[in-house]
Every structure is written in structure tokens, then in C-alpha cells.
């Protein structure tokens, strides 16, 4: 008896306790509409959440709710064309009315876009509305991030205004990559090197306002801002208690912030390799019908890629990225990596994680207020906008290179294999003059040169002349680019004068590339050490000559191995 | 029963004893060229046709942990399998290009999954990760048990060694250290010291 009731409490208190428990809170239910008509396909999360759910075509929601979490809850809802929306629901609601306000249709071509310094007003200023509102006076750590980054340098590259002056015509599409800001005006019409030297936020090159003003983006060969919707507007101001805030319209990839002075949409198409491909990748459209035979160096290219050959890549990289991801079977770990996993990732040196999208408010107790408001959040959820690209770090940790010495008599035979080992995209990638070089040497116990007796060399474009100097053509090695031509028999022209790809060995996203090589080992006794570095140049050295820029050469890998007789 | 347990018990302490006996030890210093320190060299005495030893029962850990991975260099006996921990706040996507790890590739994941690889070939084992490029750690797959890896001013001790003729090698993310030849004594301790350059 007693026995039984002991089981019979312990199965009220030990199995129903729980069950009741795990269910009571658990859920929030709603709908999402602009007060009248639902919306559907909106993210609704709850704030800094790892996980979300969609509404359904009846803007319907049903939101678990993790029953630790204090009550009542800050639910988001975000959807591409609307601003997030924020609510406090007490769990368990049921039935919740969620409206969304629309981001206004249209574009203001007079807007003035904001500058992504730091204002001597910090965020007091901003939030006043009498100061400038700039993004690096709040986002202090993704505005230095950017600082440093290629991204904030692309106006004021010198080796760009080198070329640009002696582009000719072509010329005049440079600004819409590199000033997109000004560009915007008048795109395929803008002088860069004017942009370059009157100064001002357009000056900036690719900065915060400008990307996070992009509503959509159109994959085409055309450059920059060719390519680009943009929702450049201005919400008119309001009260905040004794403050009056001038929203600011930023697109963005989360659905879960709402701060002010900041007027967030959620903008997916930010995350997406797509945004990307609006500068990084570009081709010239051959004049005329003329088309090229790209058959010859891709045969396995379908003909859109180059439109029937009409049209001679140049920056590439997106399409090299979207080959790539095309090739891989839906289970493979690299399907649906996009740059942004990449290029706006974590690195060591930023460590410890930061959990905050808004870090500074310029002090004082304007910095005591936005820390009491400001959200922990997964680092996960945060993207750090340091574009880390063709950086000396990045460009030591994306080859990896295998060395094979074998000994057979007088004969030494050695295998190389350089295996692009990180890089979404060929390597190099970018434009028509970066390239690599394999450079690959035998040395005998008294530090003798072998002679090479088979296996390639390094092409002349890598520089005839003295070693000494960065000139090693001839010597044991492999070079990889992509070798522009023209109609009159020259290679390495210019993108801009390009008609053709003559040839495009770079390294495909995880392969391999191997090469032997034979050197003579006749005089040498003891033991022979075989080195192989591979290196990166920023552009071809015939090219780096002419304007007196150095190569950049950054080696990438480098590795040994000892044989002994 | 008891007499067997009784005399199955003394025959395992004479064996252990006599392996005792015939078991030497192997020690001495790497010195690394161009290296920060010393340490994360590994020591290990190549196979020959005349050796056997049972499988490895051990499964160590590789973690990773602030974009780094921990250890940064694990040595390990061949067939042992090598247990993958993600200690970080953010995903990782571990894989390696190198044939002695099977050009394994584990996917991406975040929290307390373990994932587990068994490594049947000797030789380096590259560690990379697909979403951060500056993430770079080493699994070298020894050939034998008999293996010890640096402290960081260079000292080694490879113990329990059988008395016999080997060649003692050192693999080096930094280098290469020539093979050496040695004669283990049936008791006692032989020094051996390598510079990788």
C-alpha cells in the first residue's frame, strides 16, 4: 500500500511536474501584417537568439520560448522591404497583433550620405540630431575594423590612379567600383582621380552608408554601382522624450536590432555572395560583335558565363566562387559558404569576442545610458567588417604545399603539389595581374645550386634578369595567372584592352595542382636540401617596373625536405 | 579459479619485469632554427620489419578554442583515433589537406559535439579550418608507440623503449632534423640531440 502510494506521488510530482513546466510559457503565438494585410516570410526572433521562425502565408507565428528566459520577452520581426519591428510579449501570449511599418518605395538621388567617422559630438551629438550623424561615433569597433581594410582605400589606391591615368576612354568606369559613392551620380561618367583629390565622404571609397543603403543588387559583368538598387532616404524627425532623432534608414542582416536613432530593415541580400559580386565581378564587353574563343581556356564554361564569349573577365571572383559551390554534391561541408562566412569572420587579433554591435557612445553619461541599453549577443551573430583579402596573414593560410624528394642514382626526382586550401575563389583571384609563383631549388651539402634537368620553369612574365631583383623567369618553378592578350600578339595587357584569355592556370578551390621536377645530383655527396616557396605579387613584374611600385611579394608557404645519399 | 588468478598474476609481473629489464630510455634536446621556442617537436623511432605492438587504446582530444587549436601540436600513434572538441563561441569547420589525415574534412559545427577521426597512415597532419584561414595546428601520426614530443627548451624522454637498433627521427612544423642511428642498451638511457633547421 505504502509502496503504491509512494509511486503514485512520485509519479504526479516526478513525470506531471515537469511536463507542465516545459509546457506552461513555452510558446507565443501572433500574426505579422501592416495593420491590415499579413506578411509573410517575416523573421520573428527573439532578440540576440540564434534561432528564429517564419511566418507563414497567413503571417502567422508560433515562437517557442525557452521557459528560463525572464518575462516578458523582446520578440523582432523583420522582413526584407519593412523596418524590424520590437515588442515586449509576456510568455505564453496568444494572438499577438505585430505590424511592421514599410521602408518608403523610391530613391532620393540628392541624398547625402553619412560619414563613417567618429564626430566630436559621439553619439550625444547624433542622438541630439544637431551634431553629424556618423556610424563610427556608436559602431566604434566596426568602424576601426573598416579603417584598416581595403574597403576604406579603394579611392585613394595609388597604384589605381597610376593606371587610371593612363587608361585612355576606358577610364571612366574605374569610380563605379572604386568611388561608388560619387559614381552613383553618374555612373560609367565619374573621374576617379578628381573624386580622389577634392576629398569629402565620397572619398571614402566603400564605406558603412553606402552598402548598408543597397536594397538589391543585379549579378551582371557590369561594374559597381551599374548593378545597384539603393533606398537612399531619410525619415523625417521625432521626439524621443526630450531628444529629437533623426532616424537613420540602414539596411542590415539582422532582423533583431532596433536602436535609435537607428531605423533597421533587414536586408538579407547582405549576407549573400550576390551583394559581393557587385564589384568583384566585372568584365569587358568586346566592342562590336566580336566575341573570343573561351572555349580554348574554359571548356568546361557554360556559354553564359561569358555571354558566347562577348565578354573577357575580368574581376571573376564571384563567378570562380559560384563555379566552385555549382561543382560540390549537396552534403559536401563547403556547399552554401558565401564570402562573408570568409571575409567577415573572426581573427585572432580581434579576440577577446565582442558581444556588442554598439560599442562606444562617446563617453560621459551618454556611455553609462547606451551600456544599460545595448544587447549581449552570440558572437556568431556579429560580423566583423575588417574584409580581410589578399592581407600577408590571409595569404599565409590559404596554400598548402607538399614536397616529394625521391633519390634514384644521380637522378633527383621531386614532387610538388600547391593545394588552394582555403580560398573560396582561384588563387590568386581579383584582377588580371595578380599572380603566384612556385619557385622550386635543390642544393647539395655545400649549399651548390643543382641544375634542373626536367620538370617546368618559371614563364618570362615573371621578370627576366637578375634573381637578386624578383626576376625568376627560367628558374625551376610554376607561375599562375590569368594571361590577358590582345589582337596584335601582346600578353598582359590591361584588363581594359584585353580581347582575350590566352591561358588560366590559377588554383581551383581545393585542388591541387602537382608538378615534378628533375635535378641532376651527379657531384653531390652527403645530403641535398629541396626547398619550395610559394609566392604572391600583386601585380606582374614588367607591370611593377614600369610604375616603380614593388611586386608586394608575400610568401605564402614555404616548406623543405632533406634527402641523404 | 583462484589458482589461475594466483598464477596468472605472478606471470604478468614476470613479464612486466623482464620487459622492464630489456627496456631502455631515449632522451636528449631539439634545438629548433628559427623557431620562437623549442617545444612542439616530435621524437620518434621509425618502424622496422621486426616490430609489433597492440592497437592504441588512448583517444586524445583536439580542441579549438579562441581561433586557435589546442594543443598546437598533438603527436599520436598510428590507427589512434583523435577526438575533435569545439570549445569556441563561434562555428568551426576542421579539415586538412594532408594524406596522412585522409584529406578528412569534419563540416562545420558550434557547441558540444565531438567528432572523432582515426588515423591509420604515419606522417604530418595538417589542421585547418574552413572559416578561419589563420587557424593552423599539426596531428603527426608517429609510426610506433615509442614517441615524445618537446617542452619548449627542446628536452625529449621517449621511455620503455626495447633494447634493440633504431632509427630515431624528428618531425618539425619548422624544419628538418637528419635521422640518426642508435643502439638501445637492455637497461639504462641514451642520449640523442637533433637541431631542426
Same mark, same amino acid.
Given at each position: 500500500?505504502? *509502496?503504491?502510494?509512494?509511486?503514485?506521488?512520485?509519479?504526479?510530482?516526478?513525470?506531471?511536474?515537469?511536463?507542465?513546466?516545459?509546457?506552461?510559457?513555452?510558446?507565443?503565438?501572433?500574426?505579422?501584417?501592416?495593420?491590415?494585410?499579413?506578411?509573410?516570410?517575416?523573421?520573428?526572433?527573439?532578440?540576440?537568439?540564434?534561432? $528564429?521562425?517564419?511566418?507563414?502565408?497567413?503571417?502567422?507565428?508560433?515562437?517557442?520560448?525557452?521557459?528560463?528566459?525572464?518575462?516578458?520577452?523582446?520578440?523582432?520581426?523583420?522582413?526584407?522591404?519593412?523596418?524590424?519591428?520590437? $515588442?515586449?510579449?509576456?510568455?505564453?501570449?496568444?494572438?499577438?497583433?505585430?505590424?511592421?511599418?514599410?521602408?518608403?518605395?523610391?530613391?532620393?538621388?540628392?541624398?547625402?550620405?553619412?560619414?563613417?567617422?567618429?564626430?566630436?559630438?559621439?553619439?550625444?551629438?547624433?542622438?541630439?540630431?544637431?551634431?553629424?550623424?556618423?556610424?563610427?561615433?556608436?559602431?566604434?569597433?566596426?568602424?576601426?575594423?573598416?579603417?584598416?581594410?581595403?574597403?576604406?582605400?579603394?579611392?585613394?589606391?595609388?597604384?589605381?590612379?597610376?593606371?587610371?591615368?593612363?587608361?585612355?576612354?576606358?577610364?571612366?568606369?574605374?569610380?563605379?567600383?572604386?568611388?561608388?559613392?560619387?559614381? #552613383?551620380?553618374?555612373?560609367?561618367?565619374?573621374?576617379?582621380?578628381?573624386?580622389?583629390?577634392?576629398?569629402?565622404?565620397?572619398?571614402?571609397?566603400?564605406?558603412?552608408?553606402?552598402?548598408?543603403?543597397?536594397?538589391?543588387?543585379?549579378?551582371?559583368?557590369?561594374?559597381?554601382?551599374?548593378?545597384?538598387?539603393?533606398?537612399?532616404?531619410?525619415?523625417?524627425?521625432?521626439?524621443?522624450?526630450?531628444?529629437?532623432?533623426?532616424? #537613420? @534608414?540602414?539596411?542590415?542582416?539582422?532582423?533583431?536590432?532596433?536602436?535609435?536613432?537607428?531605423?533597421?530593415?533587414?536586408?538579407?541580400?547582405?549576407?549573400?555572395?550576390?551583394?559581393?559580386?557587385?564589384?568583384?565581378?566585372?568584365?569587358?564587353?568586346?566592342?562590336?560583335?566580336?566575341? $573570343?574563343?573561351?572555349?580554348?581556356?574554359?571548356?568546361?564554361?557554360?556559354?553564359?558565363?561569358?555571354?558566347?564569349?562577348?565578354?573577357?573577365? /575580368?574581376?571573376?571572383?564571384?563567378?570562380?566562387?559560384?563555379?566552385?559551390?555549382?561543382?560540390?554534391?549537396?552534403?559536401?561541408?563547403?556547399?552554401?559558404?558565401?564570402?562573408?562566412?570568409?571575409?567577415?569572420?573572426?581573427?585572432?587579433?580581434?579576440?577577446?569576442? %565582442?558581444?556588442?554591435?554598439?560599442?562606444?557612445?562617446?563617453?560621459? @553619461? @551618454?556611455?553609462?545610458?547606451?551600456?544599460?541599453?545595448?544587447?549581449?549577443?552570440?558572437?556568431?551573430?556579429?560580423?566583423?567588417?575588417?574584409?580581410?583579402?589578399?592581407?600577408?596573414?590571409?595569404?599565409?593560410?590559404?596554400?598548402?604545399?607538399?614536397?616529394?624528394?625521391?633519390?634514384?642514382?644521380?637522378?633527383?626526382?621531386?614532387?610538388?603539389?600547391?593545394? /588552394?586550401?582555403?580560398?573560396?575563389?582561384?588563387?590568386?583571384?581579383?584582377?588580371?595581374?595578380?599572380?603566384?609563383?612556385?619557385?622550386?631549388?635543390?642544393? %647539395?651539402?655545400?649549399?651548390?645550386?643543382?641544375?634542373?634537368?626536367?620538370?617546368?620553369?618559371?614563364?618570362?612574365?615573371?621578370?627576366?634578369?637578375?634573381?637578386?631583383?624578383?626576376?625568376?623567369?627560367?628558374?625551376?618553378?610554376?607561375?599562375?595567372?590569368?594571361?590577358?592578350?590582345?589582337?596584335?600578339?601582346?600578353?598582359?595587357?590591361?584588363? $581594359?584592352?584585353?580581347? *582575350?584569355?590566352?591561358?588560366?592556370?590559377?588554383?581551383?578551390?581545393?585542388?591541387?595542382?602537382?608538378?615534378?621536377?628533375?635535378?641532376?645530383?651527379?657531384?653531390?655527396?652527403?645530403?641535398?636540401?629541396?626547398?619550395?616557396?610559394?609566392?604572391?605579387? *600583386?601585380?606582374?613584374?614588367? @607591370?611593377?617596373?614600369?610604375?616603380?611600385?614593388?611586386?608586394?611579394?608575400?610568401?605564402?608557404?614555404?616548406?623543405?625536405? #632533406? #634527402?641523404?645519399? | 579459479?583462484?589458482?589461475?588468478?594466483?598464477?596468472?598474476?605472478?606471470?604478468?609481473?614476470?613479464?612486466?619485469?623482464?620487459?622492464?629489464?630489456?627496456?631502455?630510455?631515449?632522451? =636528449?634536446?631539439?634545438?629548433?632554427?628559427?623557431?620562437?621556442? +623549442?617545444?612542439?617537436?616530435?621524437?620518434?623511432?621509425?618502424?622496422?620489419?621486426?616490430?609489433?605492438?597492440?592497437?592504441?587504446?588512448?583517444?586524445?582530444?583536439?580542441?579549438?578554442? +579562441?581561433?586557435?587549436?589546442?594543443? !598546437?601540436?598533438?603527436?599520436?600513434?598510428? =590507427?589512434?583515433?583523435?577526438?575533435?572538441? +569545439?570549445?569556441?563561441?563561434?562555428?568551426?569547420?576542421?579539415?586538412?589537406?594532408?594524406?596522412?589525415?585522409?584529406?578528412?574534412?569534419? =563540416?562545420?559545427?558550434?557547441?558540444?559535439?565531438?567528432?572523432? !577521426?582515426?588515423?591509420?597512415?604515419?606522417?604530418?597532419?595538417?589542421?585547418?579550418?574552413?572559416? !578561419?584561414?589563420?587557424?593552423?595546428?599539426?596531428?603527426?601520426?608517429?609510426?610506433?608507440?615509442?614517441?615524445?614530443?618537446?617542452?619548449?627548451?627542446?628536452?625529449?624522454?621517449?621511455?620503455?623503449?626495447?633494447?634493440?637498433?633504431?632509427?630515431?627521427?624528428?618531425?618539425?612544423? !619548422?624544419? +628538418?632534423?637528419?635521422?640518426?642511428?642508435?643502439?638501445?642498451?637492455?637497461?639504462?638511457?641514451?642520449?640523442?640531440?637533433?637541431?631542426?633547421?
Amino acid at each position: 500500500m505504502k *509502496k503504491s502510494l509512494l509511486l503514485s506521488l512520485f509519479l504526479i510530482f516526478g513525470i506531471s511536474v515537469p511536463l507542465i513546466l516545459a509546457q506552461s510559457n513555452a510558446v507565443i503565438t501572433g500574426r505579422v501584417s501592416d495593420g491590415i494585410l499579413p506578411i509573410a516570410g517575416a523573421r520573428v526572433i527573439i532578440q540576440a537568439d540564434t534561432a $528564429w521562425v517564419t511566418t507563414d502565408s497567413q503571417g502567422r507565428f508560433r515562437l517557442p520560448v525557452d521557459r528560463y528566459r525572464s518575462n516578458p520577452v523582446p520578440v523582432m520581426v523583420g522582413k526584407k522591404g519593412w523596418f524590424n519591428g520590437s $515588442w515586449r510579449l509576456e510568455k505564453g501570449r496568444r494572438n499577438a497583433e505585430l505590424i511592421l511599418a514599410p521602408v518608403p518605395q523610391g530613391d532620393n538621388p540628392h541624398y547625402r550620405w553619412i560619414d563613417p567617422a567618429p564626430s566630436s559630438g559621439g553619439m550625444m551629438g547624433t542622438m541630439m540630431g544637431g551634431g553629424s550623424q556618423t556610424c563610427g561615433s556608436c559602431h566604434e569597433n566596426y568602424y576601426d575594423w573598416w579603417k584598416e581594410s581595403s574597403m576604406a582605400k579603394t579611392t585613394r589606391n595609388q597604384r589605381v590612379l597610376d593606371q587610371y591615368k593612363d587608361a585612355g576612354a576606358a577610364r571612366k568606369i574605374c569610380a563605379d567600383c572604386h568611388a561608388p559613392a560619387a559614381a #552613383v551620380q553618374a555612373p560609367g561618367q565619374t573621374d576617379l582621380l578628381k573624386v580622389a583629390q577634392q576629398g569629402g565622404v565620397e572619398t571614402e571609397g566603400v564605406f558603412c552608408d553606402f552598402c548598408h543603403k543597397i536594397k538589391d543588387v543585379k549579378v551582371s559583368f557590369k561594374p559597381g554601382v551599374q548593378t545597384l538598387k539603393f533606398s537612399r532616404i531619410e525619415r523625417p524627425s521625432r521626439r524621443l522624450g526630450m531628444m529629437s532623432t533623426r532616424p #537613420v @534608414m540602414a539596411y542590415g542582416s539582422l532582423a533583431d536590432v532596433v536602436t535609435p536613432p537607428m531605423a533597421a530593415g533587414f536586408n538579407p541580400a547582405l549576407s549573400k555572395s550576390e551583394f559581393c559580386s557587385s564589384c568583384h565581378l566585372n568584365g569587358r564587353e568586346l566592342p562590336g560583335k566580336k566575341t $573570343w574563343d573561351y572555349k580554348a581556356v574554359y571548356p568546361d564554361a557554360s556559354p553564359e558565363e561569358f555571354q558566347n564569349g562577348r565578354i573577357v573577365p /575580368n574581376q571573376w571572383t564571384y563567378r570562380e566562387w559560384k563555379n566552385w559551390q555549382e561543382s560540390l554534391a549537396a552534403n559536401d561541408p563547403n556547399k552554401g559558404q558565401q564570402c562573408q562566412d570568409c571575409h567577415m569572420n573572426w581573427t585572432q587579433d580581434m579576440l577577446p569576442y %565582442d558581444k556588442y554591435i554598439v560599442r562606444s557612445a562617446g563617453g560621459g @553619461m @551618454m556611455n553609462i545610458m547606451i551600456r544599460r541599453l545595448r544587447v549581449r549577443r552570440d558572437p556568431s551573430t556579429i560580423h566583423p567588417h575588417k574584409f580581410e583579402g589578399a592581407t600577408v596573414k590571409r595569404l599565409q593560410n590559404t596554400a598548402f604545399l607538399l614536397l616529394r624528394p625521391s633519390l634514384q642514382g644521380n637522378r633527383l626526382s621531386v614532387m610538388v603539389s600547391v593545394t /588552394n586550401t582555403n580560398a573560396g575563389h582561384r588563387l590568386p583571384t581579383g584582377v588580371t595581374f595578380r599572380n603566384m609563383l612556385l619557385l622550386v631549388q635543390a642544393t %647539395d651539402s655545400t649549399g651548390k645550386i643543382l641544375s634542373q634537368t626536367g620538370g617546368p620553369k618559371i614563364p618570362e612574365w615573371a621578370g627576366k634578369g637578375s634573381p637578386g631583383k624578383g626576376n625568376y623567369a627560367g628558374l625551376p618553378g610554376v607561375g599562375y595567372a590569368r594571361i590577358t592578350a590582345d589582337d596584335h600578339g601582346n600578353i598582359n595587357v590591361p584588363f $581594359w584592352e584585353a580581347t *582575350k584569355i590566352v591561358q588560366d592556370n590559377r588554383l581551383v578551390p581545393r585542388k591541387q595542382d602537382v608538378q615534378n621536377f628533375v635535378f641532376n645530383a651527379a657531384k653531390t655527396r652527403n645530403y641535398i636540401t629541396v626547398k619550395a616557396t610559394l609566392i604572391y605579387r *600583386k601585380s606582374f613584374k614588367k @607591370m611593377a617596373d614600369k610604375y616603380g611600385w614593388d611586386t608586394g611579394d608575400v610568401v605564402m608557404e614555404k616548406t623543405s625536405k #632533406v #634527402v641523404y645519399k | 579459479m583462484r589458482i589461475i588468478s594466483i598464477a596468472f598474476s605472478i606471470a604478468l609481473l614476470v613479464l612486466i619485469s623482464a620487459l622492464n629489464l630489456v627496456a631502455g630510455e631515449i632522451t =636528449g634536446t631539439v634545438t629548433v632554427k628559427g623557431a620562437a621556442d +623549442n617545444g612542439g617537436a616530435v621524437v620518434y623511432i621509425a618502424k622496422n620489419k621486426d616490430m609489433k605492438f597492440p592497437a592504441p587504446v588512448q583517444e586524445p582530444a583536439m580542441n579549438q578554442k +579562441n581561433l586557435k587549436f589546442a594543443p !598546437h601540436v598533438l603527436p599520436v600513434m598510428v =590507427g589512434t583515433t583523435v577526438k575533435f572538441k +569545439n570549445n569556441d563561441k563561434v562555428a568551426h569547420n576542421i579539415f586538412t589537406p594532408s594524406p596522412a589525415g585522409d584529406m578528412f574534412n569534419l =563540416g562545420t559545427w558550434k557547441g558540444d559535439q565531438v567528432k572523432t !577521426h582515426t588515423f591509420n597512415k604515419s606522417g604530418e597532419v595538417v589542421l585547418l579550418c574552413n572559416l !578561419h584561414p589563420e587557424m593552423e595546428g599539426f596531428i603527426y601520426v608517429a609510426p610506433t608507440p615509442y614517441f615524445a614530443m618537446t617542452d619548449a627548451t627542446g628536452r625529449y624522454k621517449i621511455e620503455n623503449v626495447p633494447a634493440g637498433s633504431y632509427t630515431i627521427k624528428v618531425w618539425s612544423e !619548422h624544419g +628538418n632534423a637528419r635521422p640518426q642511428k642508435v643502439k638501445i642498451p637492455e637497461k639504462g638511457t641514451v642520449t640523442v640531440n637533433f637541431t631542426v633547421k
